[in-house]
């Protein structure tokens, strides 16, 4: 039994970024002020190429999820096969509003949320979990991470740091020898490794990954 789903954004993050400038300065050794410009540019560059490749936003915001489960056309019958219902991002922080057919459910008795996953689970009149029925269900909910977790913060940086080594270096240089003086070899990436995520920084972030279903 498949399902149908519309999400709206109702209040965005306050914050996009996936790291502090601070964390970035510490990292890179700097200790003054006149590259803070530059660096929360790179920041907030790093933090939309890892949203995007993690199709989910890590802040907290507050969502709407409109879901029609798959029924039969033309007939009366309510087929009850689906056991969960999926919400569009994770960790939940709280269900604001939950509805079925426009009828208003009730947290711990109608149903129940897994806030680390974000499945909703339906319960029948003795507590027990039960199947959805093919009802429209519209779930106003906030979700994400108050504290970005230490791992993606550490991406972030990773990210910022190596485009800021990588500052004014011709990146399709891969070996430099200046005789007697200097002999440097760069690591280019070829393959699946080329491109803007490097291996070390998707690796981290692959346990964050959503699937998407075209």
């Known amino acids: 039994m498949g399902i149908t789903v519309i999400t709206t954004v109702v209040t965005p993050p306050t914050s996009a970024a996936l790291t502090t400038l601070a964390n970035v300065k510490a990292e890179l050794s700097i200790t003054d002020a006149s590259l803070d410009t530059l660096l929360t540019s790179y920041i907030g560059s790093a933090s939309a190429a890892i949203a995007q490749y993690c199709n989910r936003t890590f802040g907290v915001q507050t969502l709407k999820d409109e879901a029609w489960p798959e029924r039969e056309f033309y007939s009366y019958q309510l087929p009850g096969t689906l056991s969960a219902i999926q919400l569009s991002n994770w960790p939940v922080v709280a269900v604001t509003s939950l509805t079925e057919n426009g009828d208003a459910l009730v947290d711990g008795t109608d149903y ?69 003086v200097r002999e440097v070899t760069y690591w280019v990436a070829t393959g699946a490794d080329a491109g803007n995520m490097p291996p070390d920084v998707a690796d981290i972030l692959e346990n964050y990954r959503q699937p998407v279903i075209a």
């Open 112 to 180: 129940r949320v897994d806030k680390a996953t974000g499945t909703l689970l339906r319960l029948d009149g003795l507590g027990y979990v039960k199947p959805w029925l093919a009802w429209p269900i519209v779930a106003t909910y906030s979700a994400g991470y108050a504290t970005i977790p230490a791992d993606i913060d550490d991406a972030a940086v990773r990210m910022v740091k190596a485009r800021y080594l990588a500052k004014g270096r011709d990146p399709f240089m891969k070996q430099e020898n200046i005789p007697g």
